[in-house]
């Protein structure tokens, strides 16, 4: 009996002290949690300190040069300070500060040695020394028609110069009124606390105490810090240009460096330009959007030719490989009309002895039937998957521009350091490389290259949440859990068991998003979707992608699943208007990459991917998502950087189109409920408080929006 007792008393026990580990380890978890979710919501900052202290105002009014503009006042100092009044002589920007930051020195604000001259009764030249003996001068144009401010920038380099950022800070006076963001969407009245703006802008204030920068290509990029009245005019920032270079290894050990910053040489310059205008001339700004023809967002399917065989193309094409002919297509990318920027080897996958591709007809001649949709963007997957020599590149590279038009480049097998020395991101580029190639692709005009920077910087930038636990990092473990797949903002939005909820459902099932401008991350995080690196590949473009689409569930026992998943993210993709650039392997068919499946022996396309094809075909033809190339759409991002605007009164914005081709389907936001192009009412939709209007500007001509 006594026997009974005790092991009655000692399971109590046991289970007591189980009891209380159970809810100290539950405390302890939650704490920990509950710590993470407020560490995770405070905003990310992607810009230097400031001390606004050590930058005021010159306060002597005699020491200025004073320009009277239409509506303004510029006021420049002998030191170099700027400041801008209205006709009242209220201040609306009070400071231009210039920032460097260069590899080998420390971070700079302002210029050092300035001279400040009065050009004429419109111009003055501030001129100072930056980084490293850097000579900037800065050319302020005031014009007497128009309530507007031109700004020139020349930086003259001395020496060589690893330049990870330069801009031109602008200081406002006067409150954010209006965010442009770099999905051609709007903020008003409500800010996040920083903003990577792209090349869009910003107003600060209202009435005749305003400012206006907005569309500004001549520079790399806008960031905002919304409370401070801080606007950072980027003229040269490396996350704007992500790069890397894989240099050469025997051993094939995957080596590579970071070369996003710009590198200049010792009597290179660099010019950049923009304007801003001042007062309540414009009431409405209209907004570029990132797609044209009135669609809210935009997709692109990169496909890498790795793997695959005339039968996977044929499935995945056409639906099913015993289909020869594109005409009899129901199914597939064909079958829905979806185009695809498709690369493909010159040489087949097993090197030089198997037969190029002019000698292989069936590939050809579905190469051929592709081609005359007019829907695909056929280029090389670099030639072959070794290294190629001169006469092959050339061989390639002229055969794909006179059969195929090819402009696209996507590199392949570069990352051992070994092999496809060619690439973009390794030797090709290189005059002193047996494997230089740049002159032949300017030779042929291949201009879009694929940069598989963004997905390699952000793999080798991605903290293990689990690792850090174990390593008793518990603060930091928690705070990237969260972040891994929510953004600060969202964190602080939904609240703290709402967004544990949506972090759990991300976790399990939508790791990745849909949009290349990356929402989850903030409206702070750089998401460049293309650019030009002019000192490291010259006038070439590149473009992102930032992860690989496998796909996945489609060879689970519920592939059902995928399909539900890409429902929903397309849907999240047309809400927040964004544009996906998918980068993945279509023909391959292997474990992972489930796009094609067998029935009765024969390979098909599998039945969910193609139901996934049926909804996108769906949301196009509903004019809601605007799926092509990469060939087309960096087209149409290039020529509408060459847009410029002219505001007038009363609701009157000049449109004008720079380029020596027509714009078509030139597509404008509006937050107004009445806008006429040219007197007329031109195309156009409502998507909340927006009007989405779409035109055509023919070559060097310009159109009249009156906004109402």
């Given at each position: 009996m006594k026997r009974t007792t005790l092991t009655r008393r000692l399971t109590r026990l046991i289970l007591g002290i189980v009891f209380c580990i159970f809810i100290l380890s539950s405390s302890f978890l939650g704490t920990i949690i509950l710590l993470g979710y407020f560490n995770a919501s405070e905003s990310v900052s992607y810009l230097p300190e400031f001390h606004a202290d050590e930058f005021k105002p010159h306060p002597n009014e005699s020491d200025h040069f004073k320009i009277a503009g239409s509506g303004y006042v510029l006021c420049v100092g002998k030191n170099g300070s700027v400041t801008v009044k209205s006709n009242i002589g209220e201040v609306i920007l009070s400071q231009f500060i210039y920032y460097s930051s260069c590899e080998g020195t420390n971070e700079k604000w302002g210029l050092d040695s300035i001279s400040v001259e009065l050009n004429s009764d419109t111009t003055v030249t501030i001129t100072g020394k930056g980084s490293l003996n850097s000579i900037v001068n800065l050319l302020l144009t005031v014009s007497k028609e128009e309530p507007k401010l031109d700004v020139n920038i020349k930086t003259q380099y001395s020496v060589n110069s690893i330049v990870h950022r330069e801009a031109l800070v602008a200081i406002f006076d006067i409150p954010v009124s209006e965010v442009y963001l770099k999905n051609g969407g709007i903020d008003i009245n409500s800010f996040a606390s920083e903003y990577w703006l792209n090349r869009q802008g910003v107003r600060f204030g209202c009435d005749d105490r305003s400012a206006l920068i907005y569309h500004t290509p001549g520079v790399s990029s806008l960031q905002l810090i919304s409370e401070q009245r801080r606007l950072f005019i980027n003229l040269e920032y490396y996350l704007d240009h992500p790069h890397i270079h894989i240099p050469f290894q025997e051993d094939a050990g995957g080596k590579w460096e970071d070369?996003?910053?710009?590198?200049?040489?010792?009597?290179?310059?660099?010019?950049?330009?923009?304007?801003?205008?001042?007062?309540?001339?414009?009431?409405?700004?209209?907004?570029?959007?990132?797609?044209?023809?009135?669609?809210?967002?935009?997709?692109?399917?990169?496909?890498?030719?790795?793997?695959?065989?005339?039968?996977?193309?044929?499935?995945?094409?056409?639906?099913?490989?015993?289909?020869?002919?594109?005409?009899?297509?129901?199914?597939?990318?064909?079958?829905?009309?979806?185009?695809?920027?498709?690369?493909?080897?010159?040489?087949?996958?097993?090197?030089?002895?198997?037969?190029?591709?002019?000698?292989?007809?069936?590939?050809?001649?579905?190469?051929?039937?592709?081609?005359?949709?007019?829907?695909?963007?056929?280029?090389?997957?670099?030639?072959?998957?070794?290294?190629?020599?001169?006469?092959?590149?050339?061989?390639?590279?002229?055969?794909?521009?006179?059969?195929?038009?090819?402009?696209?480049?996507?590199?392949?097998?570069?990352?051992?350091?070994?092999?496809?020395?060619?690439?973009?991101?390794?030797?090709?580029?290189?005059?002193?490389?047996?494997?230089?190639?740049?002159?032949?692709?300017?030779?042929?005009?291949?201009?879009?290259?694929?940069?598989?920077?963004?997905?390699?910087?952000?793999?080798?930038?991605?903290?293990?949440?689990?690792?850090?636990?174990?390593?008793?990092?518990?603060?930091?473990?928690?705070?990237?859990?969260?972040?891994?797949?929510?953004?600060?903002?969202?964190?602080?939005?939904?609240?703290?068991?709402?967004?544990?909820?949506?972090?759990?459902?991300?976790?399990?099932?939508?790791?990745?998003?849909?949009?290349?401008?990356?929402?989850?991350?903030?409206?702070?995080?750089?998401?460049?979707?293309?650019?030009?690196?002019?000192?490291?590949?010259?006038?070439?473009?590149?473009?992102?992608?930032?992860?690989?689409?496998?796909?996945?569930?489609?060879?689970?026992?519920?592939?059902?699943?995928?399909?539900?998943?890409?429902?929903?993210?397309?849907?999240?993709?047309?809400?927040?208007?964004?544009?996906?650039?998918?980068?993945?392997?279509?023909?391959?068919?292997?474990?992972?990459?489930?796009?094609?499946?067998?029935?009765?022996?024969?390979?098909?396309?599998?039945?969910?991917?193609?139901?996934?094809?049926?909804?996108?075909?769906?949301?196009?033809?509903?004019?809601?998502?605007?799926?092509?190339?990469?060939?087309?759409?960096?087209?149409?991002?290039?020529?509408?950087?060459?847009?410029?605007?002219?505001?007038k009164p009363e609701g009157l914005v000049y449109v004008y189109n720079n380029n020596d081709e027509p714009i078509n389907g030139l597509s404008l936001a509006v937050r107004a409920d009445n806008v006429l192009v040219n007197g007329k009412i031109p195309n156009f939709r409502k998507v909340g408080e927006d009007m989405i209007i779409w035109f055509d500007i023919p070559a060097r001509d310009y159109v009249k929006l009156q906004i109402d």
């Open positions: 070369i996003s910053a710009a590198a200049y040489n010792p009597g290179t310059e660099r010019n950049n330009f923009f304007s801003i205008y001042f007062g309540s001339r414009s009431k409405v700004v209209p907004r570029v959007r990132l797609v044209p023809y009135g669609n809210l967002a935009g997709y692109v399917f990169t496909e890498h030719a790795d793997g695959g065989n005339i039968r996977t193309h044929r499935a995945v094409y056409f639906g099913t490989e015993d289909i020869i002919s594109s005409n009899n297509a129901k199914h597939g990318f064909v079958g829905h009309g979806i185009p695809t920027t498709k690369s493909v080897f010159y040489f087949n996958s097993d090197g030089l002895n198997s037969p190029s591709l002019p000698n292989d007809p069936l590939y050809l001649d579905f190469l051929d039937q592709l081609k005359e949709t007019g829907l695909y963007d056929i280029c090389l997957h670099s030639p072959e998957d070794q290294n190629s020599n001169r006469e092959v590149l050339e061989e390639a590279i002229k055969f794909m521009k006179d059969r195929f038009d090819a402009a696209t480049w996507i590199d392949h097998g570069f990352f051992s350091g070994k092999i496809n020395r060619e690439s973009f991101v390794a030797d090709g580029l290189n005059q002193n490389s047996e494997f230089f190639v740049a002159d032949l692709w300017e030779k042929y005009d291949t201009r879009f290259f694929w940069s598989p920077a963004v997905e390699k910087i952000q793999q080798s930038s991605i903290v293990n949440p689990k690792k850090e636990l174990l390593q008793l990092r518990f603060k930091d473990g928690s705070v990237d859990f969260w972040r891994k797949y929510l953004s600060a903002e969202e964190i602080k939005d939904m609240g703290f068991f709402p967004a544990f909820i949506e972090l759990l459902r991300r976790r399990y099932f939508y790791q990745e998003e849909l949009n290349s401008l990356r929402p989850r991350k903030g409206s702070a995080f750089p998401t460049p979707l293309y650019w030009q690196h002019l000192t490291r590949t010259k006038y070439f473009y590149s473009w992102a992608t930032y992860f690989t689409n496998g796909y996945p569930r489609l060879s689970t026992k519920k592939p059902e699943d995928q399909y539900s998943i890409e429902y929903k993210q397309l849907n999240k993709l047309l809400i927040d208007q964004g544009i996906f650039i998918n980068h993945a392997y279509f023909v391959r068919n292997q474990p992972g990459y489930d796009v094609c499946t067998t029935l009765n022996g024969k390979i098909i396309i599998n039945p969910y991917f193609d139901k996934i094809l049926e909804l996108m075909a769906g949301m196009r033809d509903s004019g809601d998502l605007y799926i092509t190339t990469i060939k087309d759409l960096l087209h149409y991002w290039i020529i509408t950087e060459n847009l410029s605007f002219n505001y």
